[in-house]
Nanobody
Framework: VQLQASGGGLVQAGGSLRVSCAVS????????MGWFRQAPGKEREFVAA????????SYASSVKGRFTISRDNAENTVYLEMNSLKPEDTAVYYC????????????????????WGQGTLVTVSS
């Protein structure tokens, strides 16, 4: 299973950006997916998670109402739409796949995730 994140870049505060994660080599529709981020000098933190069919989602309190996670199982891709971006959202964003979950599960901890993408850098200028 391979994950390829893309879509990061430089955006001004208040702007929007969508990052994507393409998954290959497995049964994507049966994976719980998540987005995490890591800012310089900080630990990796949970951002958002989505269940197999996308019916259940979970968000960190710091991004709730601004970020939206979604998935397209036909395209084997998970997305993170980020609106009203703030300088504190600056980080490397990582997608992750948990291949050992049940339908409906959302996974908010890093430990259960089996596969990780390489990360994509999002920089928000003030």
């Amino acid at each position: 299973v391979q994950l390829q994140a893309s879509g990061g870049g430089l955006v001004q505060a208040g702007g929007s950006l969508r990052v994507s994660c393409a998954v290959s080599g497995g049964a994507f529709a049966r994976y719980a997916m998540g987005w995490f981020r890591q800012a310089p000098g900080k630990e990796r933190e949970f951002v958002a998670a989505i269940s197999w069919a996308g019916r259940r989602t979970s968000y960190a309190s710091s991004v709730k109402g601004r970020f939206t996670i979604s998935r397209d199982n036909a395209e084997n891709t998970v997305y993170l739409e980020m609106n009203s971006l703030k300088p504190e959202d600056t980080a490397v964003y990582y997608c992750a796949a948990d291949v050992n979950t049940v339908s409906g599960a959302v996974v908010v901890d890093t430990t259960p995730y089996d596969y990780w993408g390489q990360g994509t850098l999002v920089t928000v200028s003030s």
